[in-house]
């Protein structure tokens, strides 16, 4: 996440009449978060059922062999076979997964339980999933959500990547009003309370339309990152510093942040999540300070002094 422009600037996903892709490997290591292989599962999914090839480059590269144990190379229709024994991490990762549907939802939230062993672990993990996932379903205009997830002890992190080839977040929204760029319908969408036609499955029926916030807030509360990208924009939220007073602000401009313009367009979403699993205190009381911050009678007062620590 911390080389998230670099990432998109460099790539250009979708050019028009495309033939055929490259698609490189750094020749002595490669580092994909689960964000970028939900992307690229994503990406690699619409070319290859139109029969446009995809070529693979630097295969030999240490960290292959995690994208094909990932799922990666079935989704790009590239064969690929490990040249060293993989051993199994159990409980370290969940391979990418094609979501269609809400059985296919539940089946893959089940999965997260064995990767973490607290329950409030888990229950952040499974609502971060849950909503991101939920939101292309609902709003993706037909495509399925492509997402993995990651488990570092070292250190104490989930990493978790969701990502589909729908419509986008601009014209996802352009029920609610009009937005002049990406970046405005990425804002907006950050907002409590701007998209949500029915409450997710940790809500309330007042809860409608935050998902996206409270997944940021939860990477927020455990010191990590959060980042979503669609069209040719894309917004980070900066880690909090470890001397830096906790707040939560409903609008994600008043957050430590970077936002990103004018790259290749990524048509569709991508939501990207970290969740350190050291800071979190438990989810009930992370999530009653959400629900705080943005409380109707706060107006536009900061958010509560919380720490998850």
């Not at 952040?124 to 205009?141: D, K, P």
């Not at 319908?185 to 949500?196: C, D, E, K, N, S």
């Not at 980070?236 to 313009?261: C, G, I, K, T, W």
Request: glycine share 10%; with cysteine.
């Amino acid at each position: 996440m911390h080389v998230l422009k670099a990432f998109l600037a460099r790539n250009d996903f979708f050019p028009q009449d495309a033939t055929g892709f490259d698609l490189g490997f750094h020749p002595r290591f490669v580092y994909l978060q689960p964000f970028a292989l939900s992307m690229l599962a994503a990406w690699g999914e619409v070319f290859s059922s139109r029969g446009v090839p995809i070529r693979c480059h630097g295969m030999s590269a240490s960290g292959v062999d995690y994208a094909w144990r990932m799922g990666l190379f079935r989704f790009l229709g590239v064969p690929h076979e490990p040249q060293r024994a993989v051993h199994e991490e159990a409980g370290r990762f969940i391979p990418l997964r094609r979501i269609r549907t809400g059985s296919d939802v539940a089946a893959f939230l089940a999965d997260v339980a064995p990767l973490l062993h607290r329950p409030e672990h888990i229950q952040a993990v499974q609502y971060c999933l849950s909503e991101t996932i939920r939101n292309v379903l609902e709003h993706a205009g037909g495509a399925p959500a492509f997402a993995c997830a990651q488990y570092y002890p070292s250190a104490n992190r989930v990493s978790i990547g969701v990502a589909d080839c729908g419509i986008g977040i601009r014209r996802s929204l352009a029920g609610y009003r009009e937005f002049a760029t990406d970046a405005e319908a990425q804002l907006a969408a950050l907002r409590p309370g701007v998209t949500g036609a029915r409450p997710g499955m940790y809500g309330a029926p007042d809860n409608a339309g935050v998902g996206l916030f409270f997944t940021k807030s939860i990477a927020k509360a455990s010191h990590e990152y959060f980042g979503i990208i669609s069209g040719g924009a894309a917004y980070r939220l900066r880690r909090v510093r470890s001397n830096e007073q906790f707040r939560l602000f409903a609008n994600p401009l008043d957050d430590r942040h970077d936002l990103y313009e004018g790259l290749p367009a990524w048509k569709g979403t991508v939501v990207a999540v970290d969740i350190g699993v050291r800071r979190i205190r438990s989810f009930e009381a992370t999530m009653a300070a959400i629900r705080e911050a943005i409380a109707p009678d706060r107006g536009k007062q900061q958010g509560p002094h919380v720490r998850f620590s």
